[in-house]
Nanobody, 115 residues
Framework: QVQLVESGGGLVQAGGSLRLSCAAS????????MGWYRQAPGKQRELVAI???????IYADSLKGRFTISRDNAKNTVYLQMNSLKPEDTAVYYC?????????WGQGTQVTVSS
């Protein structure tokens, strides 16, 4: 069973940066695709970015150029670097692991961007 723990959220002013981390348990991390999703109040959860086991990445079109996903397989950790943050980026950010018989979610970390 994969367990995910996000960290790094917080309050930041518009234009600022944050780096989220997601630490995963288990020995299958390197073979799983890892993703970040977010859910703003009153809205559906949406894709932010995914990084596959081979390092290829997918981003939500609206976030390209501002957000960067990366992974460190030696640390079982995936990161989300968020730059030039906007108030509309305010949401709970969730980490996801997906692979063979794996579909796990973290508890989420709150990101609040003030104007």
């Amino acid at each position: 069973q994969v367990q995910l723990v996000e960290s790094g959220g917080g309050l930041v002013q518009a234009g600022g940066s944050l780096r989220l981390s997601c630490a995963a348990s288990g020995s299958t991390f390197s073979s799983n695709a890892m993703g970040w999703y977010r859910q703003a109040p009153g809205k559906q959860r949406e894709l932010v970015a995914i990084i596959s086991s081979d390092g290829s990445t997918i981003y939500a079109d609206s976030l390209k150029g501002r957000f960067t996903i990366s992974r460190d397989n030696a640390k079982n950790t995936v990161y989300l670097q968020m730059n030039s943050l906007k108030p509309e980026d305010t949401a709970v950010y969730y980490c996801n692991a997906r692979g063979w018989r794996v579909d796990a979610w973290g508890q989420g970390t709150q990101v609040t961007v003030s104007s």
